[in-house]
């Protein structure tokens, strides 16, 4: 494999990066990608990993911190560069840089249903916590076809 680089999101990098979290079923019809990638170019920047090889968008992890807990989301890797420790190398990138952030503890969501990737968290150390995940949506985003 050739070398693995992780960098910043570009505002150029959107286009590829839909694209990749629609080939990883990430991008579902009440999340408008761009809105979040303008939500998160908009708070933390700096979270926002991208993962390349010779310059192709190959992998994201979109990390947050509110100062109590830190979050992963839209973790993607295209299907040609999956089960080569990419993710677990985009994950841990994601950990270092909240650890200099003083966060002590991440917290992630999974659909229920998607069994592959609960497999893959639980295989780098993460675990089920005994709480139930409630939300409220505040904002509407436009509908989109992004899929």
Request: hydrophobic share 45%.
């Given at each position: 494999m050739n070398e693995l680089e992780i960098r910043p999101y570009r505002a150029e990098d959107e286009t590829a990066v839909i694209d990749l979290w629609r080939q990883c079923e990430l991008i579902v019809p009440w999340n408008n990608p761009r809105a979040d990638i303008l939500r998160k170019c908009a708070d933390s920047p700096e979270l926002f990993f991208i993962g390349l090889v010779d310059n192709d968008i190959i992998a994201t992890c979109m990390a947050g911190y509110d100062g109590h807990r830190g979050w992963i989301y839209y973790l993607?890797?295209?299907?040609?560069?999956?089960?080569?420790?990419?993710?677990?190398?985009?994950?841990?990138?994601?950990?270092?840089?909240?650890?200099?952030?003083?966060?002590?503890?991440?917290?992630?969501?999974?659909?229920?249903?998607?069994?592959?990737?609960?497999?893959?968290?639980?295989?780098?150390?993460?675990?089920?916590?005994?709480?139930?995940?409630?939300?409220?949506?505040?904002?509407?985003?436009?509908?989109?076809?992004?899929?």
């Open positions: 993607a890797v295209a299907g040609a560069w999956q089960r080569q420790g990419i993710a677990t190398r985009l994950v841990r990138h994601a950990e270092a840089s909240l650890i200099e952030l003083g966060c002590a503890k991440i917290d992630l969501m999974v659909r229920n249903t998607n069994d592959s990737v609960i497999a893959f968290y639980k295989s780098i150390g993460y675990g089920n916590d005994p709480v139930v995940v409630l939300s409220k949506r505040l904002l509407e985003d436009e509908a989109h076809d992004f899929t």
